[in-house]
């Protein structure tokens, strides 16, 4: 019988996964791999819920992204970063998601802001401070590569593979939205001056 | 460098992606303005690092749907026979070269029984 459901709450940095544990995770130890979870799981639900933006898709989409873990852990070389691995495939599976639901092409949109999609978790814009409000507002392609890089520590060359993009596109994309970002941010300051 | 170079520039230069920084380093040295706005963007880097952590946290049937998908047996077998496939890939040579050699002196102790076996078994005389 398990009695610890709860996902952990962690402070900003590392999650505490360390090699050790991954590497018991990696023999099939099972209290090494409920750790694992645990730590894990909120970071690459709220990437997953950012991504598909509903919470109901977020979750099928993380059962699968564990799924791909568990089946791919003995090929995870370990001098590698985990939280790093997961997310790459929490990212691919949430895609992958999209993808099948016909709806790819909100993440790699760029630049357009009359054809531009709303971020789907929108109505939940009362919970948000003003940097959760100003990277809704932006176009898809730029918040995706913000998201990827500035929040999940993605580079540029892994965004790339994933949304069948050059690296350079990327940094394209990734400076223009942290400027657009910044812009945002600057009026948004004076607005409530 | 004027100000509205160093600022089209700064966005590069936080993920030290410039060839050429030293330029806009020796504005940034001169210039508060534009030292206070690379200081606005290193600020806006923390906070949305720190969105990773911020936000809804997991339903507990999901945590519980995931732990329940833990396997109980084989990663560790998966592991042990990944590196023994990952080992033969990475040094063919030798493991084919140990491969004819074990073939080799197989045959030859089964050659080497028979002869013993017939000479053994031959009647004497």
Known sequence: ?193 | MRCEQARELIPAYLDDALHAAGALEVHLATCADCARVLADYRRMLEELRALRDRGEEPSIELVERILALIPTTGIGARVLGTRVLGSVQAHPVAYAVAGVGSAVVGATAVAAMRWWRRRVEAPAG
């Open chain 1, 1 to 193: 019988m398990r009695n610890r459901v709860e996902p952990r709450r962690v402070g900003p940095g590392d999650l505490g996964v360390d090699r050790e544990l991954v590497r018991r995770s990696r023999r099939g130890d099972p209290a090494a791999l409920e750790e694992l979870v645990l730590l894990t799981t909120g970071r690459a639900y709220r990437l997953a819920l950012r991504i598909v933006g509903d919470r109901d898709e977020a979750e099928d989409v993380v059962q699968e992204a564990y799924v791909r873990v568990f089946r791919a852990l003995p090929r995870f070389r370990e001098e590698a970063r985990f939280e790093t691995w997961l997310h790459r495939i929490v990212v691919n599976a949430a895609l992958n998601h999209l993808r099948k639901r016909g709806r790819f092409g909100e993440v790699v949109q760029v630049d357009d802001l009359d054809a531009q999609t709303p971020d789907r978790g929108a109505e939940r814009a009362e919970d948000r401070d003003a940097l959760e409000r100003a990277l809704a507002a932006l176009p898809p392609g730029q918040r995706t590569a913000v998201l990827l890089k500035d929040v999940y520590d993605l580079s540029c060359r892994e965004i790339g593979e994933e949304l069948g993009i050059e690296e350079g596109a990327v940094k394209v994309r990734l400076h223009r939205a942290r400027k657009r970002l910044r812009a945002l941010l600057d009026q948004g300051s004076v607005d409530e001056m």
